[in-house]
Structure formats: C-alpha cells, structure tokens
C-alpha cells in the first residue's frame, strides 16, 4: 500500500511540475514577451557595440600616441627653424565658360542670348 501512495504522488508531482513547466513557456512564447525579448537583445547589442567601439577608439588613441613618439613628433618644434609652409588653395581655371553669341533681335525690348556649345563629337 506504501508503494501505491509513494507512486501516485511521485507521478503527480511530475504532472504538476510539468504542467507548469509548459505554461511558462507558452507564456514567454507570446507575441508580447517576444518582442520585448527581441529589444532587450537588441538594447544590449547596441550596448556591447558602444564599448567595442570606445575600447577601439582608447587603443587607437594610444596607439597613435606610442607612433608619434616613435617619430619624434611629439617634440617641441625647434624655434630656429622656420614655420611649416602652408599652401594656399588653387582654384582651377582650366575649364573656360559656354561661348554665347547675342541675337540682334530683339523682342519686346530684351535680348536673347542663344549658347554656342562646341561639342565635336556632335553629328550635324
């Protein structure tokens, strides 16, 4: 008689833990907990992308640090030497502007102005 009770009360516990089981996880399965799971993992992948970025950005600091001393160019400039030249910026002129010629009509008291593109690759 003892195993038939311990029996019957091991198997309804196990009917109780899985029934339970079950309904937690068709309660994450809903659209809702989905979607809030889906931006929480999201939250968290931005936040694990801003520090892989700030770490980036330390080391490439440093790095540049560790290189400009390597190349001297963290040392004080000599102050018998001249400045640096600075180049001033050129402006390209190479490119003329559409030849034009005026019309001697006149219409109403204005002038037209008709455009002569020279473009030999034009067929005629």
């Known amino acids: 008689m003892f195993r038939r009770t311990f029996w019957f009360t091991a198997g309804a516990a196990a009917g109780v833990w899985a029934t339970t089981k079950v309904n937690r996880k068709l309660k994450q399965l809903t659209p809702e907990n989905l979607a809030v799971q889906a931006a929480n993992k999201a939250v968290?992948?931005?936040?694990?992308?801003?520090?892989?970025?700030?770490?980036?950005?330390?080391?490439?600091?440093?790095?540049?640090?560790?290189?400009?001393?390597?190349?001297?160019?963290?040392?004080?400039?000599?102050p018998e030497l001249p400045a640096p030249r600075r180049f001033a910026v050129v402006e390209n002129h190479s490119k003329t502007p559409p030849k034009y010629i005026e019309n001697t009509q006149r219409t109403a008291g204005t002038a037209h102005t008709t455009y002569k593109h020279n473009n030999r690759n034009e067929d005629h």
């Not at 080391?59 to 190349?71: H, K, P, T, V, Y």
């Open 44 to 78: 968290e992948a931005g936040h694990k992308l801003k520090d892989f970025a700030l770490d980036v950005r330390d080391n490439m600091a440093d790095r540049e640090a560790e290189l400009g001393d390597a190349l001297g160019l963290s040392d004080p400039v000599d």
